[in-house]
């Protein structure tokens, strides 16, 4: 899929008042796109683009994304005030960090309801448009964490492990339309994904699990000197788009290829270890 060549093209990005959303946003309005960009609270996105970037082709949206009435009203708000809708890019999510025991039965209805419901509402909000108009790139932000897993991150990685089968299974299912479907895998950058606003915590904790203490402390002394560069990821998933052949999966900083080549090392180790074991549960061929 090319981005139109006559007119500005028009982005939907979620999740866009602070981190790698808000640089996303800066750097398309300063492009010459179209931007609506949906946040719970509009005047803290405004705040952040301050002056130096011209907003008059932005569209502020307050959105709860598990609302899948005020969903479906903002996408279909977009597409009307921009005339085209061409660019989806899902970004929303926070961090937690817990041990699995420690997590509740809250906690984990409000992950994943805005890392899975909340992308399903977006989707079945733009892709009826996207599908008749046969064109059109959906960016999920996933991250390495939806690759591999860590202590402590169990929750976190069961949003973005389920993001990316969503991802997976809707790039197969929108191909034919000409939409393209980029899963977006970064490591740690540089934003406030580590700050006790972006980092959720436990209510309770358990005695048994002193090195999750330890590492929610070690990722909080993490803030501010993350490997990532926000400004180089915002463009890299830019270009990725604009080039029209982003691959299935852009993963970001060299980090997250480390983490993520470990993972497909241990993956195939696993795999070839059972290569002669797993026919045995096959029926027997007569």
């Known amino acids: ?111 994943l309801d805005v890392q899975v419901v909340g992308v399903w509402n977006v989707l079945r909000a733009a892709l009826p448009i996207l599908r008749q108009q046969r064109s059109g790139h959906i960016v999920n932000v996933s991250s390495v964490l939806g690759l591999t897993a860590v202590p402590g991150w169990g929750l976190y990685c069961a949003g973005k492990f389920a993001l990316e089968g969503i991802s997976e299974a809707l790039a197969a299912e929108v191909a034919d339309f000409g939409v393209k479907v980029t899963i977006v895998e970064p490591g740690y950058f540089r934003t406030d994904f ?39 990821g915002a463009t890299a998933i830019i270009d990725a788009v604009v080039d029209g052949e982003g691959p299935l999966r852009l993963v970001l900083g060299s980090d997250s290829h480390a983490y993520a080549t470990a993972k497909v090392d241990a993956l195939r180790a696993n795999l070839d270890a059972a290569a002669e074991s797993a026919p045995a549960t096959d029926h027997v061929t007569v």
Do not use: C
Request: aromatic share 4%; glycine share 8%; net charge negative.
């Open 1 to 111: 899929m090319s981005l139109p060549s006559d007119r500005p093209s028009t982005w939907l990005v979620t999740g866009a008042s602070r981190g790698l959303g808000l640089e996303l946003v800066a750097q398309l309005l300063r492009r010459g796109d179209n931007v609506a960009a949906t946040t719970r609270a509009t005047d803290r996105l405004l705040l952040a683009l301050g002056t130096d970037v011209d907003t008059s082709r932005l569209l502020p949206l307050t959105v709860d994304l598990p609302d899948e009435a005020a969903v479906t009203e903002a996408v279909g708000q977009a597409a009307e005030h921009f005339g085209a809708l061409d660019v989806v890019v899902n970004n929303a999510g926070y961090g937690f960090l817990a041990a699995v025991e420690e997590t509740s039965p809250a906690e984990v209805r409000e992950m």
């Open 194 to 232: 580590l700050t006790k606003d972006s980092l959720a915590l436990p209510t309770a904790t358990v005695d048994a699990y002193p090195s999750i203490r330890e590492m929610t402390q070690n990722h909080l002394d993490l803030q501010g000197s993350q490997l990532g560069d926000p400004v180089k």
